[in-house]
Antibody, heavy 123, light 109 residues
Framework: QLQLQESGPGLVKPSETLSLTCTVSGGSVSGSSYYWGWIRQPPGKGLEWIGTIYYSGSTYYNPSLKSRVTFSVDTSKNQFSLKLSSVTAADTAVYYC???????????????WGQGTLVTVSS | EIVMTQSPATLSVSPGERATLSCRASQSVSSNLAWYQQKLGQAPRLLIYGASTRATGIPARFSGSGSGTEFTLTISSLQSEDFAVYYCQQYNNWPRGLTFGGGTKVEIK
C-alpha cells in the first residue's frame, strides 16, 4: 500500500517561497492510475485543497492560490513537490500530501495521506 | 466554486448513541462526495467515497447517504474512538475545483 511522507523547512520568512516535497513509497508517482494532491490546514481550522498533479505534469490549482503555486513531479526520485511563493502569516498551516485513485478503488477521493508537516511563516 | 456546508459545527453524543452529520453542496455534485475522519494531531482518514461506499477497513457502523446537494454521514453506535472531526469533500469536477466542508466535531456528551 502507498505511503507518503512530506519533507521541507518548518519555518519560512514572509515574502519568501515555501517548498515541500512528498516522497512516495509502495507505488510509483508515474503510475497512470494515480493523482497526487496537496491539502493544507491552518492551526485549529479546516482543510483547504491546494491542488492536484498528474504524473504527466498536468496541474490543477485552487483558484485562490493559483498565482502563487507551482507543482512538479520527479519520477526519478518518486517524489512530487509544492512551491508557494510570496508567503504571509496566513500560509501558516499543516501541509499534507495525498493520493487519489484508481477511480474504481476509491472514486477520486484522497485515500492515502502523509502525516503532515507544519510550516510556520514568521520572520 | 462549489461551497460545502456542514452542520452542526459541533455534535455532542453519548457513547453507544447514533450520530447524524449533514453536508450540503451549493450545487449538485451527483454522488461525487467523500467523508473523512480526523483525530487530533493526525491526518484525515477516508471513510466514505461515492457518497455511500465505505473505504477499505472502515467499520459497518459508518454509513453515508445522499446525492445531488444533500448528504448524510451516520455513525450507528458511537464508539470511544469515533470522537473526532468529520469533513465532507466534493470531487464532482475532478481533478479541478475540489472543496471541503468546514467540518463537524463529534464530542462526548
Amino acid at each position: 500500500q502507498l505511503q507518503l511522507q512530506e519533507s521541507g523547512p518548518g519555518l519560512v520568512k514572509p515574502s519568501e517561497t515555501l517548498s515541500l516535497t512528498c516522497t512516495v513509497s509502495g507505488g510509483s508517482v508515474s503510475g497512470s492510475s494515480y493523482y497526487w494532491g496537496w491539502i493544507r490546514q491552518p492551526p485549529g481550522k479546516g482543510l483547504e485543497w491546494i491542488g492536484t498533479i498528474y504524473y504527466s505534469g498536468s496541474t490543477y490549482y485552487n483558484p485562490s492560490l493559483k498565482s502563487r503555486v507551482t507543482f512538479s513531479v520527479d519520477t526519478s526520485k518518486n517524489q512530487f513537490s509544492l512551491k508557494l511563493s510570496s508567503v504571509t502569516a496566513a500560509d501558516t498551516a499543516v501541509y499534507y500530501c495525498a493520493s487519489a485513485g484508481p477511480w474504481y478503488s476509491s472514486g477520486w477521493s484522497f485515500d492515502y495521506w502523509g502525516q503532515g508537516t507544519l510550516v510556520t511563516v514568521s520572520s | 466554486e462549489i461551497v460545502m456546508t456542514q452542520s452542526p459545527a459541533t455534535l455532542s453524543v453519548s457513547p453507544g448513541e447514533r450520530a447524524t452529520l449533514s453536508c450540503r453542496a451549493s450545487q449538485s455534485v451527483s454522488s461525487n462526495l467523500a467523508w473523512y475522519q480526523q483525530k487530533l494531531g493526525q491526518a484525515p482518514r477516508l471513510l466514505i467515497y461515492g457518497a455511500s461506499t465505505r473505504a477499505t477497513g472502515i467499520p459497518a457502523r459508518f454509513s453515508g447517504s445522499g446525492s445531488g446537494t444533500e448528504f448524510t454521514l451516520t455513525i450507528s453506535s458511537l464508539q470511544s474512538e469515533d470522537f473526532a472531526v468529520y469533513y465532507c469533500q466534493q470531487y464532482n469536477n475532478w481533478p479541478r475545483g475540489l472543496t471541503f466542508g468546514g467540518g463537524t466535531k463529534v464530542e462526548i456528551k
